[in-house]
Protein backbone atom coordinates (compact mmCIF):
# COMPACT_ATOMS: atom_id res chain seq x y z
CA UNK A 1 0.00 0.00 0.00
CA UNK A 2 1.62 3.15 -1.03
CA UNK A 3 2.44 6.03 1.76
CA UNK A 4 -0.20 8.39 2.73
CA UNK A 5 0.90 11.83 1.35
CA UNK A 6 0.12 14.58 3.83
CA UNK A 7 -1.44 17.68 2.66
CA UNK A 8 0.01 21.07 3.78
CA UNK A 9 -2.28 22.78 6.34
CA UNK A 10 -4.40 25.28 4.83
CA UNK A 11 -3.71 28.94 5.71
CA UNK A 12 -6.37 30.48 7.65
CA UNK A 13 -8.22 32.93 5.32
CA UNK A 14 -8.24 34.71 8.39
CA UNK A 15 -4.49 35.36 9.07
CA UNK A 16 -3.96 36.20 5.16
CA UNK A 17 -6.81 39.05 5.46
CA UNK A 18 -4.49 39.87 8.49
CA UNK A 19 -1.76 40.61 6.58
CA UNK A 20 -3.24 41.94 3.92
CA UNK A 21 -4.61 44.80 6.42
CA UNK A 22 -0.96 45.09 7.89
CA UNK A 23 0.86 45.57 5.00
CA UNK A 24 -1.61 48.40 3.70
CA UNK A 25 -1.53 49.97 6.74
CA UNK A 26 2.48 50.12 6.93
CA UNK A 27 2.42 51.46 3.48
CA UNK A 28 0.03 54.62 5.11
CA UNK A 29 2.51 55.28 8.08
CA UNK A 30 4.45 57.89 6.76
CA UNK A 31 1.70 59.83 6.02
CA UNK A 32 -0.88 58.98 8.81
CA UNK A 33 -2.84 61.97 9.88
CA UNK A 34 -4.95 61.57 13.42
CA UNK A 35 -8.35 61.75 13.06
CA UNK A 36 -10.24 62.69 16.81
CA UNK A 37 -12.43 60.58 17.78
CA UNK A 38 -15.45 63.30 17.80
CA UNK A 39 -14.64 63.65 13.81
CA UNK A 40 -14.57 59.24 13.46
CA UNK A 41 -18.40 59.79 14.40
CA UNK A 42 -19.46 62.08 11.71
CA UNK A 43 -21.35 60.51 8.91
CA UNK A 44 -20.45 63.30 6.38
CA UNK A 45 -16.37 62.42 5.82
CA UNK A 46 -16.48 64.97 2.95
CA UNK A 47 -15.83 67.99 5.68
CA UNK A 48 -13.03 66.10 7.62
CA UNK A 49 -10.13 67.75 5.77
CA UNK A 50 -10.69 71.12 5.97
CA UNK A 51 -10.36 70.71 9.35
CA UNK A 52 -7.24 68.61 9.37
CA UNK A 53 -5.16 69.31 6.44
CA UNK A 54 -2.71 72.19 5.97
CA UNK A 55 -4.01 75.00 3.74
CA UNK A 56 -1.45 74.11 1.32
CA UNK A 57 -2.28 70.69 0.75
CA UNK A 58 -6.16 71.71 0.41
CA UNK A 59 -5.22 74.42 -2.32
CA UNK A 60 -3.53 71.26 -4.40
CA UNK A 61 -5.72 68.60 -3.72
CA UNK A 62 -9.21 70.61 -4.81
CA UNK A 63 -7.78 71.82 -7.98
CA UNK A 64 -9.03 69.77 -11.18
CA UNK A 65 -6.56 68.12 -13.36
CA UNK A 66 -6.62 70.33 -16.13
CA UNK A 67 -5.50 72.76 -13.51
CA UNK A 68 -3.13 71.10 -12.01
CA UNK A 69 -1.15 69.77 -15.31
CA UNK A 70 -1.34 73.16 -16.28
CA UNK A 71 0.51 74.58 -13.27
CA UNK A 72 2.85 71.74 -13.38
CA UNK A 73 3.88 73.13 -17.02
CA UNK A 74 4.10 76.23 -16.48
CA UNK A 75 6.30 74.89 -13.16
CA UNK A 76 4.10 77.16 -10.84
CA UNK A 77 3.83 73.65 -8.91
CA UNK A 78 6.63 70.91 -8.52
CA UNK A 79 5.61 67.25 -9.06
CA UNK A 80 7.22 66.35 -5.46
CA UNK A 81 4.83 69.55 -3.78
CA UNK A 82 1.53 68.01 -5.50
CA UNK A 83 2.49 64.52 -4.96
CA UNK A 84 2.75 65.09 -1.18
CA UNK A 85 -0.64 66.66 -1.32
CA UNK A 86 -2.16 64.43 -2.63
CA UNK A 87 -0.68 61.01 -0.30
CA UNK A 88 -1.48 62.86 3.11
CA UNK A 89 -5.07 63.59 1.29
CA UNK A 90 -5.09 59.99 0.22
CA UNK A 91 -3.68 58.77 3.71
CA UNK A 92 -6.86 60.74 5.39
CA UNK A 93 -9.50 59.30 3.02
CA UNK A 94 -8.36 55.91 3.72
CA UNK A 95 -8.71 56.07 7.54
CA UNK A 96 -12.20 57.83 6.83
CA UNK A 97 -13.59 55.40 4.03
CA UNK A 98 -11.55 52.59 4.06
CA UNK A 99 -10.78 52.96 0.11
CA UNK A 100 -6.89 51.71 -0.40
CA UNK A 101 -5.22 48.74 -0.76
CA UNK A 102 -2.02 50.53 -1.07
CA UNK A 103 -0.69 53.91 -0.54
CA UNK A 104 2.45 54.15 -3.19
CA UNK A 105 4.64 56.86 -1.14
CA UNK A 106 8.05 55.68 -2.10
CA UNK A 107 7.30 55.15 -5.71
CA UNK A 108 5.60 58.00 -6.14
CA UNK A 109 7.87 60.18 -4.68
CA UNK A 110 10.88 58.96 -6.26
CA UNK A 111 9.07 59.77 -9.76
CA UNK A 112 7.83 62.96 -8.99
CA UNK A 113 11.50 63.62 -8.13
CA UNK A 114 12.41 62.54 -12.07
CA UNK A 115 10.09 64.75 -12.94
CA UNK A 116 11.12 67.47 -11.60
CA UNK A 117 15.25 66.73 -12.33
CA UNK A 118 13.66 66.52 -16.15
CA UNK A 119 11.66 69.61 -15.47
CA UNK A 120 14.90 71.39 -14.63
CA UNK A 121 16.97 70.01 -17.38
CA UNK A 122 15.03 70.23 -20.14
CA UNK A 123 12.65 73.24 -19.20
CA UNK A 124 9.37 71.72 -19.79
CA UNK A 125 7.33 68.70 -18.95
CA UNK A 126 7.49 65.37 -20.00
CA UNK A 127 4.42 65.13 -21.53
CA UNK A 128 0.84 65.89 -21.09
CA UNK A 129 -0.13 64.41 -17.52
CA UNK A 130 3.49 65.45 -16.31
CA UNK A 131 3.42 65.09 -12.30
CA UNK A 132 -0.61 64.04 -12.08
CA UNK A 133 -1.04 62.44 -9.38
CA UNK A 134 -3.07 58.93 -10.28
CA UNK A 135 -4.75 56.57 -8.65
CA UNK A 136 -5.70 53.17 -9.86
CA UNK A 137 -8.11 49.66 -8.67
CA UNK A 138 -6.05 47.28 -7.82
CA UNK A 139 -6.51 44.67 -10.02
CA UNK A 140 -5.20 46.11 -13.08
CA UNK A 141 -1.66 45.12 -12.24
CA UNK A 142 1.48 47.13 -11.41
CA UNK A 143 5.29 45.69 -11.85
CA UNK A 144 5.94 43.37 -8.90
CA UNK A 145 3.29 44.39 -6.97
CA UNK A 146 0.07 42.42 -5.51
CA UNK A 147 -2.81 41.63 -7.93
CA UNK A 148 -5.46 39.88 -5.65
CA UNK A 149 -8.57 40.97 -7.03
CA UNK A 150 -10.35 40.93 -4.02
CA UNK A 151 -9.80 37.39 -3.74
CA UNK A 152 -8.06 36.12 -0.15
CA UNK A 153 -6.46 32.86 -2.45
CA UNK A 154 -5.16 35.54 -5.03
CA UNK A 155 -3.14 37.32 -2.14
CA UNK A 156 0.87 37.02 -3.01
CA UNK A 157 -0.21 37.01 -6.83
CA UNK A 158 2.30 39.78 -8.23
CA UNK A 159 2.09 41.17 -11.82
CA UNK A 160 5.27 41.01 -13.73
CA UNK A 161 4.40 43.91 -15.54
CA UNK A 162 2.34 46.93 -15.84
CA UNK A 163 -0.98 46.88 -17.39
CA UNK A 164 -0.80 48.45 -20.91
CA UNK A 165 -2.86 50.94 -20.32
CA UNK A 166 -0.33 52.10 -16.95
CA UNK A 167 2.42 52.27 -18.92
CA UNK A 168 1.11 54.91 -21.90
CA UNK A 169 0.44 56.94 -18.58
CA UNK A 170 3.46 56.97 -17.26
CA UNK A 171 4.90 57.68 -20.78
CA UNK A 172 2.68 60.60 -19.98
CA UNK A 173 4.24 61.85 -17.10
CA UNK A 174 1.71 60.27 -14.90
CA UNK A 175 2.57 59.66 -10.54
CA UNK A 176 0.69 56.39 -9.37
CA UNK A 177 0.26 57.19 -5.74
CA UNK A 178 -2.65 54.71 -4.47
CA UNK A 179 -4.28 51.46 -5.19
CA UNK A 180 -7.75 51.29 -4.55
CA UNK A 181 -10.45 48.89 -3.28
CA UNK A 182 -12.67 46.24 -5.19
CA UNK A 183 -15.13 43.61 -3.93
CA UNK A 184 -14.89 39.76 -3.59
CA UNK A 185 -15.38 38.57 -7.00
CA UNK A 186 -15.56 42.15 -9.14
CA UNK A 187 -19.51 41.96 -9.28
CA UNK A 188 -20.99 43.71 -6.78
CA UNK A 189 -22.34 47.76 -7.38
CA UNK A 190 -20.84 47.68 -3.57
CA UNK A 191 -16.82 47.52 -2.66
CA UNK A 192 -16.67 44.88 0.36
CA UNK A 193 -14.58 42.15 0.44
CA UNK A 194 -12.78 39.85 3.23
CA UNK A 195 -9.60 41.17 2.56
CA UNK A 196 -10.15 44.94 3.50
CA UNK A 197 -13.86 45.07 4.81
CA UNK A 198 -15.92 47.45 3.43
CA UNK A 199 -15.62 50.71 1.31
CA UNK A 200 -18.10 53.71 3.04
CA UNK A 201 -19.66 56.67 1.17
CA UNK A 202 -18.02 60.26 1.96
CA UNK A 203 -21.66 61.74 2.05
CA UNK A 204 -22.38 59.02 4.41
CA UNK A 205 -20.39 56.46 5.98
CA UNK A 206 -23.51 54.53 6.74
CA UNK A 207 -24.29 53.85 3.23
CA UNK A 208 -22.34 52.48 -0.09
CA UNK A 209 -19.57 53.68 -2.00
CA UNK A 210 -20.54 51.65 -4.93
CA UNK A 211 -19.09 49.03 -7.07
CA UNK A 212 -17.17 47.14 -8.07
CA UNK A 213 -14.88 50.39 -8.66
CA UNK A 214 -15.63 51.97 -4.98
CA UNK A 215 -12.44 52.37 -4.43
CA UNK A 216 -11.64 54.65 -6.83
CA UNK A 217 -15.14 56.57 -5.97
CA UNK A 218 -14.76 57.24 -2.61
CA UNK A 219 -11.23 58.52 -3.11
CA UNK A 220 -11.85 60.90 -5.89
CA UNK A 221 -15.03 61.42 -3.98
CA UNK A 222 -12.83 62.42 -1.20
CA UNK A 223 -10.36 64.66 -3.38
CA UNK A 224 -7.43 62.27 -2.41
CA UNK A 225 -7.03 61.59 -6.38
CA UNK A 226 -8.52 64.20 -9.10
CA UNK A 227 -8.61 61.34 -11.57
CA UNK A 228 -8.54 57.62 -11.33
CA UNK A 229 -8.66 54.34 -13.61
CA UNK A 230 -11.68 51.79 -13.22
CA UNK A 231 -13.10 49.01 -15.10
CA UNK A 232 -16.58 48.21 -16.06
CA UNK A 233 -18.72 45.54 -16.72
CA UNK A 234 -21.89 46.33 -15.76
CA UNK A 235 -21.53 49.28 -13.99
CA UNK A 236 -18.48 49.31 -12.35
CA UNK A 237 -17.58 52.96 -13.28
CA UNK A 238 -20.61 54.60 -13.21
CA UNK A 239 -22.39 53.37 -9.97
CA UNK A 240 -19.44 54.86 -7.92
CA UNK A 241 -19.06 57.45 -9.89
CA UNK A 242 -22.93 58.42 -9.13
CA UNK A 243 -22.96 57.55 -5.89
CA UNK A 244 -20.06 59.44 -4.59
CA UNK A 245 -20.53 62.78 -6.90
CA UNK A 246 -17.89 62.47 -8.94
CA UNK A 247 -17.97 62.24 -13.31
CA UNK A 248 -17.06 58.62 -14.41
CA UNK A 249 -16.61 56.79 -18.21
CA UNK A 250 -17.35 53.79 -19.59
CA UNK A 251 -15.69 53.88 -22.93
CA UNK A 252 -17.01 51.65 -25.93
CA UNK A 253 -15.23 48.21 -25.96
CA UNK A 254 -11.69 47.91 -27.52
CA UNK A 255 -10.27 51.64 -27.07
CA UNK A 256 -8.43 51.75 -24.40
CA UNK A 257 -6.22 49.00 -23.35
CA UNK A 258 -6.57 46.07 -20.76
CA UNK A 259 -3.69 43.71 -21.41
CA UNK A 260 -2.49 43.28 -17.43
CA UNK A 261 -5.51 43.50 -15.63
CA UNK A 262 -6.76 40.64 -13.68
CA UNK A 263 -10.05 38.66 -13.42
CA UNK A 264 -11.72 35.71 -13.32
CA UNK A 265 -12.52 33.86 -16.62
CA UNK A 266 -10.08 36.19 -18.46
CA UNK A 267 -10.58 35.78 -21.89
CA UNK A 268 -14.13 33.99 -21.93
CA UNK A 269 -16.53 36.65 -20.78
CA UNK A 270 -18.60 37.36 -23.47
CA UNK A 271 -19.22 40.53 -21.94
CA UNK A 272 -16.55 42.68 -22.69
CA UNK A 273 -15.19 44.81 -19.66
CA UNK A 274 -13.72 48.02 -19.88
CA UNK A 275 -11.00 50.63 -18.56
CA UNK A 276 -11.99 53.82 -17.82
CA UNK A 277 -12.07 57.31 -16.07
CA UNK A 278 -13.24 58.79 -13.14
CA UNK A 279 -12.70 62.02 -11.95
CA UNK A 280 -13.44 65.52 -10.16
CA UNK A 281 -13.99 67.09 -13.54
CA UNK A 282 -14.89 66.11 -17.49
CA UNK A 283 -12.09 67.59 -18.24
CA UNK A 284 -10.20 64.99 -16.46
CA UNK A 285 -12.47 62.28 -18.01
CA UNK A 286 -11.61 63.45 -21.86
CA UNK A 287 -7.48 64.28 -20.47
CA UNK A 288 -7.48 60.71 -19.79
CA UNK A 289 -9.56 59.50 -23.00
CA UNK A 290 -6.91 61.74 -25.36
CA UNK A 291 -4.11 60.73 -23.98
CA UNK A 292 -4.31 56.98 -24.06
CA UNK A 293 -5.79 57.13 -27.77
CA UNK A 294 -3.45 59.55 -28.75
CA UNK A 295 -0.78 57.27 -28.15
CA UNK A 296 -2.02 54.25 -30.66
CA UNK A 297 -2.35 51.75 -28.34
CA UNK A 298 -3.80 49.65 -31.26
CA UNK A 299 0.05 49.12 -32.33
CA UNK A 300 1.10 47.40 -29.61
CA UNK A 301 -2.34 45.70 -28.59
CA UNK A 302 -3.91 44.13 -31.49
CA UNK A 303 -7.56 43.46 -30.19
CA UNK A 304 -7.83 47.26 -30.18
CA UNK A 305 -9.86 48.92 -32.52
CA UNK A 306 -7.91 51.57 -34.50
CA UNK A 307 -9.52 54.43 -34.34
CA UNK A 308 -7.80 57.61 -33.53
CA UNK A 309 -8.96 60.57 -30.74
CA UNK A 310 -11.30 62.91 -32.25
CA UNK A 311 -10.86 66.24 -30.64
CA UNK A 312 -12.51 68.11 -33.51
CA UNK A 313 -16.19 67.10 -31.80
CA UNK A 314 -17.27 70.20 -30.72
CA UNK A 315 -20.89 71.41 -30.50
CA UNK A 316 -22.23 74.93 -31.05
CA UNK A 317 -25.51 76.54 -31.12
CA UNK A 318 -26.12 75.79 -34.95
CA UNK A 319 -25.45 72.01 -34.18
CA UNK A 320 -29.25 70.19 -34.00
CA UNK A 321 -28.78 68.23 -31.60
CA UNK A 322 -31.76 64.73 -30.53
CA UNK A 323 -31.81 64.15 -26.91
CA UNK A 324 -34.01 61.32 -25.81
CA UNK A 325 -34.99 60.92 -21.73
CA UNK A 326 -35.52 57.53 -20.13
CA UNK A 327 -37.73 58.24 -17.18
CA UNK A 328 -37.68 54.43 -16.31
CA UNK A 329 -36.87 51.05 -17.53
CA UNK A 330 -39.97 49.50 -17.46
CA UNK A 331 -39.06 47.49 -14.35
CA UNK A 332 -37.62 49.79 -11.85
CA UNK A 333 -38.91 53.12 -11.11
CA UNK A 334 -36.39 55.33 -9.64
CA UNK A 335 -36.84 57.02 -6.32
CA UNK A 336 -37.89 60.78 -6.35
CA UNK A 337 -34.52 62.56 -6.00
CA UNK A 338 -33.53 60.66 -9.72
CA UNK A 339 -36.66 61.66 -11.02
CA UNK A 340 -36.49 65.23 -9.48
CA UNK A 341 -33.08 65.53 -11.06
CA UNK A 342 -34.08 64.18 -14.06
CA UNK A 343 -37.14 66.48 -14.79
CA UNK A 344 -35.16 69.78 -13.88
CA UNK A 345 -32.35 69.25 -16.66
CA UNK A 346 -35.43 68.27 -18.84
CA UNK A 347 -36.86 71.47 -17.80
CA UNK A 348 -33.17 73.33 -18.78
CA UNK A 349 -32.61 70.85 -22.08
CA UNK A 350 -35.71 72.59 -23.46
CA UNK A 351 -34.74 76.05 -23.17
CA UNK A 352 -31.93 75.29 -25.65
CA UNK A 353 -33.02 76.17 -28.93
CA UNK A 354 -30.92 74.11 -30.71
CA UNK A 355 -32.22 70.84 -28.55
CA UNK A 356 -34.58 68.73 -29.26
CA UNK A 357 -36.13 66.70 -26.48
CA UNK A 358 -37.96 63.37 -27.03
CA UNK A 359 -39.32 60.77 -24.84
CA UNK A 360 -37.29 56.97 -24.92
CA UNK A 361 -39.71 53.92 -24.54
CA UNK A 362 -37.08 51.03 -23.12
CA UNK A 363 -37.45 48.08 -24.67
CA UNK A 364 -37.77 44.51 -22.54
CA UNK A 365 -34.62 45.75 -20.28
CA UNK A 366 -35.89 42.62 -18.06
CA UNK A 367 -35.05 40.40 -20.73
CA UNK A 368 -31.72 42.22 -21.53
CA UNK A 369 -30.94 41.53 -17.70
CA UNK A 370 -31.89 38.21 -17.84
CA UNK A 371 -29.39 37.89 -20.58
CA UNK A 372 -26.39 39.52 -19.13
CA UNK A 373 -26.78 38.43 -16.33
CA UNK A 374 -26.18 34.61 -17.38
CA UNK A 375 -23.50 36.02 -20.06
CA UNK A 376 -21.60 36.90 -17.07
CA UNK A 377 -21.10 33.65 -15.90
CA UNK A 378 -21.31 31.19 -18.85
CA UNK A 379 -19.58 28.55 -16.65
CA UNK A 380 -21.65 28.85 -14.03
CA UNK A 381 -20.05 30.61 -11.63
CA UNK A 382 -17.57 27.94 -10.87
CA UNK A 383 -14.33 29.36 -11.27
CA UNK A 384 -16.11 32.10 -8.84
CA UNK A 385 -16.78 29.36 -6.75
CA UNK A 386 -13.51 28.09 -6.55
CA UNK A 387 -11.20 31.17 -6.32
CA UNK A 388 -13.04 31.16 -2.85
CA UNK A 389 -13.01 28.18 -1.60
CA UNK A 390 -9.63 27.86 -2.33
CA UNK A 391 -9.10 30.14 0.89
CA UNK A 392 -11.70 29.36 2.55
CA UNK A 393 -13.34 32.36 3.08
CA UNK A 394 -16.71 33.26 3.36
CA UNK A 395 -19.12 34.04 0.73
CA UNK A 396 -20.19 38.43 0.90
CA UNK A 397 -23.65 38.54 1.11
CA UNK A 398 -23.54 39.97 -2.72
CA UNK A 399 -21.74 37.12 -4.08
CA UNK A 400 -23.97 34.65 -2.70
CA UNK A 401 -26.86 37.02 -4.58
CA UNK A 402 -25.19 37.64 -7.75
CA UNK A 403 -23.72 33.74 -8.40
CA UNK A 404 -25.88 31.66 -6.36
CA UNK A 405 -28.98 33.37 -6.59
CA UNK A 406 -29.05 34.74 -9.91
CA UNK A 407 -31.67 33.82 -11.69
CA UNK A 408 -30.38 34.35 -15.46
CA UNK A 409 -32.27 32.70 -18.35
CA UNK A 410 -29.64 29.45 -19.45
CA UNK A 411 -31.27 29.67 -23.10
CA UNK A 412 -29.95 33.13 -25.50
CA UNK A 413 -32.21 34.22 -27.74
CA UNK A 414 -31.54 37.30 -30.22
CA UNK A 415 -33.47 40.32 -29.41
CA UNK A 416 -33.97 43.07 -31.52
CA UNK A 417 -33.28 46.65 -29.93
CA UNK A 418 -34.82 49.94 -30.84
CA UNK A 419 -32.19 52.94 -31.65
CA UNK A 420 -34.51 55.38 -33.31
CA UNK A 421 -32.77 58.63 -34.60
CA UNK A 422 -31.34 60.19 -31.58
CA UNK A 423 -28.02 61.69 -30.60
CA UNK A 424 -28.21 60.62 -27.30
CA UNK A 425 -29.96 58.64 -24.62
CA UNK A 426 -30.44 60.74 -21.05
CA UNK A 427 -31.54 58.27 -17.92
CA UNK A 428 -30.90 57.25 -14.52
CA UNK A 429 -27.45 55.86 -13.19
CA UNK A 430 -29.40 53.27 -11.23
CA UNK A 431 -32.86 53.33 -9.14
CA UNK A 432 -31.37 55.56 -6.60
CA UNK A 433 -28.56 57.55 -4.70
CA UNK A 434 -26.21 55.71 -2.77
CA UNK A 435 -28.24 52.83 -0.98
CA UNK A 436 -27.60 50.91 2.49
CA UNK A 437 -24.50 48.79 2.53
CA UNK A 438 -25.55 44.71 0.70
CA UNK A 439 -28.77 45.71 -0.89
CA UNK A 440 -27.04 47.24 -4.47
CA UNK A 441 -29.37 44.73 -6.48
CA UNK A 442 -30.26 45.88 -9.34
CA UNK A 443 -28.07 46.90 -12.15
CA UNK A 444 -30.25 47.31 -14.99
CA UNK A 445 -29.73 50.82 -15.41
CA UNK A 446 -25.82 50.56 -16.30
CA UNK A 447 -25.70 47.17 -17.41
CA UNK A 448 -28.14 47.45 -20.33
CA UNK A 449 -25.70 49.89 -22.23
CA UNK A 450 -22.46 47.05 -21.47
CA UNK A 451 -24.71 44.45 -22.79
CA UNK A 452 -24.98 46.67 -25.98
CA UNK A 453 -21.49 48.07 -25.84
CA UNK A 454 -22.53 52.17 -25.59
CA UNK A 455 -20.47 54.44 -24.39
CA UNK A 456 -22.01 56.63 -21.10
CA UNK A 457 -20.75 59.22 -19.26
CA UNK A 458 -22.10 60.19 -15.64
CA UNK A 459 -22.24 63.41 -14.12
CA UNK A 460 -23.43 64.93 -10.73
CA UNK A 461 -26.22 67.21 -11.10
CA UNK A 462 -27.59 67.86 -7.49
CA UNK A 463 -28.14 66.61 -3.94
CA UNK A 464 -31.02 65.01 -2.37
CA UNK A 465 -33.26 67.06 -0.06
CA UNK A 466 -35.94 65.83 2.25
CA UNK A 467 -37.97 68.37 2.30
CA UNK A 468 -38.38 67.71 -2.00
CA UNK A 469 -38.25 64.05 -2.26
CA UNK A 470 -40.69 62.50 -0.42
CA UNK A 471 -42.44 59.35 -1.32
CA UNK A 472 -45.26 60.01 -3.64
CA UNK A 473 -48.72 59.43 -2.39
CA UNK A 474 -49.80 57.69 -6.37
CA UNK A 475 -46.95 55.37 -6.54
CA UNK A 476 -47.80 52.36 -8.01
CA UNK A 477 -44.82 49.64 -8.33
CA UNK A 478 -43.83 48.22 -12.21
CA UNK A 479 -42.65 44.78 -10.65
CA UNK A 480 -41.86 42.69 -7.70
CA UNK A 481 -38.04 44.39 -8.12
CA UNK A 482 -39.85 47.56 -8.08
CA UNK A 483 -41.60 46.58 -4.54
CA UNK A 484 -38.41 45.94 -3.83
CA UNK A 485 -36.60 48.93 -4.54
CA UNK A 486 -39.04 51.41 -3.10
CA UNK A 487 -38.63 49.57 0.01
CA UNK A 488 -35.25 50.77 0.18
CA UNK A 489 -36.22 54.29 -0.17
CA UNK A 490 -35.28 55.89 3.25
CA UNK A 491 -34.91 60.09 2.60
CA UNK A 492 -33.90 61.24 6.05
CA UNK A 493 -30.82 58.72 5.55
CA UNK A 494 -30.29 59.99 2.35
CA UNK A 495 -30.34 63.25 2.70
CA UNK A 496 -27.69 65.22 1.21
CA UNK A 497 -26.52 62.62 -1.10
CA UNK A 498 -25.62 63.24 -4.22
CA UNK A 499 -27.86 62.73 -7.21
CA UNK A 500 -26.06 61.64 -11.12
CA UNK A 501 -27.99 61.46 -13.93
CA UNK A 502 -26.05 59.42 -17.22
CA UNK A 503 -25.71 60.23 -20.71
CA UNK A 504 -25.82 57.40 -23.27
CA UNK A 505 -24.74 57.18 -26.95
CA UNK A 506 -23.67 55.16 -29.89
CA UNK A 507 -20.96 52.54 -29.90
CA UNK A 508 -17.51 54.55 -30.92
CA UNK A 509 -19.35 58.16 -30.48
CA UNK A 510 -17.44 58.30 -27.12
CA UNK A 511 -16.09 61.85 -28.06
CA UNK A 512 -19.57 63.27 -29.20
CA UNK A 513 -21.57 61.73 -25.53
CA UNK A 514 -18.65 63.25 -24.26
CA UNK A 515 -19.13 66.81 -26.39
CA UNK A 516 -22.74 66.75 -25.60
CA UNK A 517 -22.73 66.42 -21.77
CA UNK A 518 -19.90 69.54 -22.46
CA UNK A 519 -22.12 71.28 -24.41
CA UNK A 520 -25.06 70.80 -21.94
CA UNK A 521 -23.11 72.06 -18.79
CA UNK A 522 -21.82 75.06 -20.64
CA UNK A 523 -25.24 75.81 -20.92
CA UNK A 524 -26.14 75.51 -17.51
CA UNK A 525 -27.76 78.73 -15.92
Not at 216 to 221: D, F
Not at 247 to 274: E, H, L, N, Q
Not at 333 to 338: D, F, G, Q, R
Not at 426 to 431: E, S
Request: proline letters at 7%; a negative charge.
Amino acid sequence: MAPSRKMKPKRPWQDIAREAQEYRDASLATFTTNVPAALETIKNSKIIPTKLLQAEDLAITVSLPEELVRLLANGELTATEVTTAFLRRATLAQKLTNCITELLPHRALTRAKELDTYFQQHGRPIGPLHGLPISVKEMIGMKDLGLNAGYVAWWGKVATEDAHVLQILWEAGAVFHARTTQPQSMMHLETDSNLYGVTVNPYNRNLSAGGSSGGEGALIGMWGSCLGVGSDIGGSIRNPAANCGIYGFKPTAFRIPTDGWCSTMAGADPIPGVIGPMSISLEGIKLFMRTIIDSKPWLSEPALVPIPWNSDVQLSADTPLKIAIMWNDGVVTPHPPITRALQEVVAHLKTIPNIEVVEWKPYLHDEAWAIISSLYFTDGGAEDAATIAESGEPWRPLTTWMIKENSGVKKLTPQKLLEGMVDAILCPVGPGVAPKHDTAKYWGYTSQWNMLDYPAVVYPVGYVDKNRDGMPNDFQPLSGKDEENWALYDVDEFHGLPISLQLVGRRFEDEKVLAILEYILSNHK
